[in-house]
C-alpha cells in the first residue's frame, strides 16, 4: 500500500513539474518587462528565418527599369499578392463545382449477434453485411443562390487580381522615387566635389597674390573659410548618398549596405513639356487606376450577395440517390449460415422552402443593401480622390518643369558670372569677397540645379503612379 502512494505521489510531482515547464506567464510585477523562454524562442525564430537574399552584380550600372525588373522578381510583397490571387482562384473553382453533382463513394461493414424471437424462444443470431454504394446528389433549381456565390466568387476573384497589379503599381513607385532620391544625392556629391575643388581654386589664388604682394591676409581667411564650408557640404552628401542608396536596395529587398552603381543624374534625359492635358491625365487614371477599377468589382461582389440574399425566398429542388451491392452472412444458433447478395438503390427528389425565420431573411438582404450602397459611395469618395490626385501631381510637374528650365538657366548665368568675377579679380578690378561670392552663388546654383532635375524626374514618376501608367503593358524604356 505504501509503495502505491509513493508511486501516485511521484506521478502526480511529475504532472506539476511538466505543467510548470510549459506554462506561459506574464510578467510578476507591473513595472518590469516580461522576459520567458518563449520570447527567446521568438529571438531566434526571428534571427534565423530572415528573407533570402539574392545577389546583384556590383560592377554594372543600373537603369531604373532593370531595377525595378529585379524588384518585382525577389520583393515578398508581390508574390504574397500573387498567392492572395491564387487563393481567390481556388474559391471561385469552389463556387463552380455547386453546379455539378456530388458523388460519393462509400462501403460499409457491419458484424453483429442478437437475439431473435422466434415463438416463446429467443435464437442467437449471427449477422455480417458488406455494403458498397454511391451515393449520388445534385442541387436541380434554386433562385440565385448558386449564381450569386458565383458572382461574388468572381467579384473577389478580380479584386484580388487588381490588387496584385496595384501592389506592382506601388512597388515601382517606390523603387523609382528612392531611384530618384539617389540620384539627387549623387548629383549633389558630385556638385559639392565641383564647389571644393572651385574654392580650393580661389584659396590657391589668394595665397598666391598674398605671397606676391597683391593680396592681402583678410582674402586668404576668407577663402580658406570658404573652402572648409564646401568641404563640410561635401561631407554631408556623402552620408545622403549612402542613406539613399540604402533605401533603393531595401526597396528591392537587398541588404541596405549592398554596393551597386546607377547612372549619374546628367545622364537622364529630362522632358521638354507636358503632352497630355490634365482632363487627358484624370481620364486615364480613372480608367487604368487599379485601386479605383477595385471599387466596381465590390460593388458587383455586394450585388452578388443580395443576390443570394433574395434567394432564400425561393424553394430549392435537390435530387438524391444511391445505388450499389449488398453481400451477407446469417447464420442462426449452431444451424449452417447462408451467403446473400443483391442490388440495393434508391432515387428521390426532395423541395426545400423556408416559410418563416424569424426575419432572418429581410434582414440578410437589408445588410447586402447597405453593403452595395456602402461600396457606390466608396467609390464616388475614391473617383473624386484620385481626380484631386492627379491634377496636384499635374500641377506640380508643371512647376517642376518651369523650376528645373530656370534653374539651368541660373546655373549659366552663374558660372558666366563666376568666370567674369575670376578674370576681373585678377586684373585687380574686382575683390577677393566678390570672387567668394561668385563662387557661393555657383555653387547653390549648381546645387538647386541637380534639385531641380531631381524633383522633375521625381514628378514625372508620380505623374505616372497616380494615374497608373507604371503598369501597363507597353516595354519600358531601357535607357537611364
Known amino acids: 500500500m505504501d509503495i502505491r502512494i509513493a508511486r501516485y505521489c511521484l506521478l502526480s510531482a511529475s504532472v506539476l513539474c511538466v ?16 522576459h520567458s523562454r518563449e520570447e527567446s524562442d521568438l529571438k531566434r525564430q526571428a534571427v ?10 556590383p560592377e554594372t550600372v543600373y537603369t531604373l527599369s532593370e531595377l525595378i525588373d529585379l524588384a518585382e522578381l525577389h520583393n515578398p510583397e508581390t508574390r504574397a499578392a500573387w498567392e492572395r490571387a491564387r487563393m481567390r482562384a481556388n474559391e471561385l473553382g469552389i463556387a463552380r463545382s455547386q453546379y455539378y453533382p456530388t458523388i460519393v463513394a462509400s462501403v460499409s461493414a457491419a458484424s453483429l449477434r442478437q437475439p431473435a424471437l422466434i415463438g416463446e424462444y429467443l435464437h442467437r443470431q449471427t449477422i455480417a453485411i458488406l455494403s458498397p454504394t454511391l451515393h449520388v446528389e445534385y442541387l436541380i433549381f434554386d ?51 565641383i564647389n571644393l575643388q ?11 597674390r598674398l605671397k606676391g604682394g597683391l593680396g592681402t591676409r583678410p582674402d586668404v581667411l576668407e577663402a580658406a573659410a570658404a573652402r572648409a564650408q564646401a568641404d563640410y557640404d561635401l561631407q554631408a552628401t556623402l552620408g545622403a548618398e549612402a542613406i539613399a542608396q540604402g533605401t533603393l536596395a531595401s526597396a528591392m ?105 424569424g426575419a432572418a431573411r429581410e434582414e440578410r438582404i437589408a445588410a447586402a443593401r447597405a453593403e452595395k450602397k456602402a461600396a457606390e459611395a466608396d467609390l464616388y469618395a475614391i473617383r473624386d480622390s484620385v481626380e484631386q490626385e492627379v491634377f496636384t501631381s499635374y500641377t506640380d510637374m508643371q512647376t517642376a518643369l518651369r523650376q528645373q528650365q530656370s534653374s539651368a538657366a541660373l546655373l549659366t ?29 555657383l555653387a547653390s546654383a549648381r546645387s538647386q540645379e541637380v534639385l531641380a532635375r531631381a524633383r522633375l524626374l521625381s514628378q514625372v514618376a508620380d505623374l505616372a503612379f497616380r494615374t497608373g501608367d507604371m503598369i501597363q503593358a507597353q516595354a519600358r524604356d531601357k535607357t537611364p
Not at 19 to 34: F, K, R, V, Y
Not at 48 to 57: K, S
Open 19 to 34: 505543467q510548470a515547464l510549459l506554462a506561459q506567464t506574464t510578467s510578476p510585477t507591473p513595472d518590469q518587462p516580461w
Open 48 to 57: 534565423a528565418d530572415r528573407q533570402p537574399r539574392w545577389a546583384i552584380d
Open 143 to 193: 433562385v440565385g443562390g448558386r449564381s450569386g456565390t458565383l458572382d461574388v466568387a468572381k467579384a473577389n476573384l478580380l479584386i484580388k487580381d487588381l490588387e496584385f497589379n496595384d501592389t506592382h503599381r506601388r512597388l515601382i513607385y517606390q523603387v523609382a522615387s528612392a531611384y530618384f532620391r539617389l540620384l539627387s544625392a549623387k548629383g549633389q556629391h558630385e556638385a559639392a566635389v
Open 198 to 208: 572651385n574654392a580650393e581654386i580661389i584659396e590657391s589664388d589668394a595665397n598666391s
Open 253 to 357: 529587398g537587398l541588404a541596405p549596405e549592398t554596393p551597386f552603381h546607377v547612372f549619374s543624374i546628367a545622364d537622364i534625359p529630362l522632358p521638354t513639356s507636358v503632352v497630355d492635358s490634365v482632363t487627358e491625365e484624370i481620364e486615364r487614371a480613372l480608367q487604368q487606376r487599379p485601386d479605383m477599377l477595385v471599387n466596381f468589382e465590390r460593388i458587383r461582389s455586394a450585388e452578388g450577395v443580395l443576390k443570394h440574399a433574395k434567394s432564400a425566398y425561393f424553394p430549392s429542388i435537390v435530387f438524391t440517390g444511391e445505388g450499389g451491392l449488398t453481400r451477407g452472412y446469417a447464420q442462426q444458433d449452431l444451424y449452417p449460415g447462408h451467403y446473400g447478395e443483391g442490388e440495393v438503390w434508391s432515387a428521390g427528389l426532395s423541395m426545400k422552402w423556408t416559410l418563416f425565420d
Open 413 to 441: 548665368a552663374s558660372m558666366q558670372s563666376y568666370d567674369a568675377a575670376r578674370e576681373s579679380y585678377g586684373l585687380g578690378l574686382r575683390s577677393q569677397l566678390d570672387v567668394v561670392s561668385a563662387q557661393k552663388a
